[in-house]
Nanobody, 126 residues
């Protein structure tokens, strides 16, 4: 069972930086997809950054060039470095992990994002 615990949120002024952490356990390093999502009040949940076991990184259009996702395998921790923060980045940020399957030929299949942390609040003031 995958378990995720976020930390590192807080309040910062526009232009500042924060680093979010997500302590992860129970996933397979040879087959995973992990991500950060965010949701502001009254808005739909938005994908912020994604990382897969094959090293592929993807970012949402609004965060590309400012946010960086990384995974420290030794510490079992997913990070989101957020720079040049804007008031529009204010939201609850969630760490997520996809369910995966590995067949007898070791082929990895990424399913839906099924595992979620409790969220950490990020507030950016102008």
């Amino acid at each position: 069972q995958v378990q995720l615990v976020e930390s590192g949120g807080g309040s910062v002024q526009s232009g500042g930086s924060l680093r979010l952490s997500c302590a992860a356990s129970g996933f397979t390093y040879s087959c995973y997809s992990m991500a950060w999502f965010r949701q502001a009040p009254g808005q739909e949940r938005e994908g912020v950054a994604f990382i897969n076991h094959n090293g592929v990184l993807n970012y949402g259009d609004s965060t590309k060039g400012r946010f960086t996702i990384s995974l420290d395998n030794a510490e079992n921790t997913l990070y989101l470095q957020m720079n040049s923060l804007k008031p529009g980045d204010t939201a609850m940020y969630y760490c997520a992990a996809a369910a995966t399957t590995v067949d007898d030929r070791r082929r990895c299949t990424i399913l839906d994002y099924r595992y979620w942390g409790q969220g950490t609040q990020v507030t950016v003031s102008s």
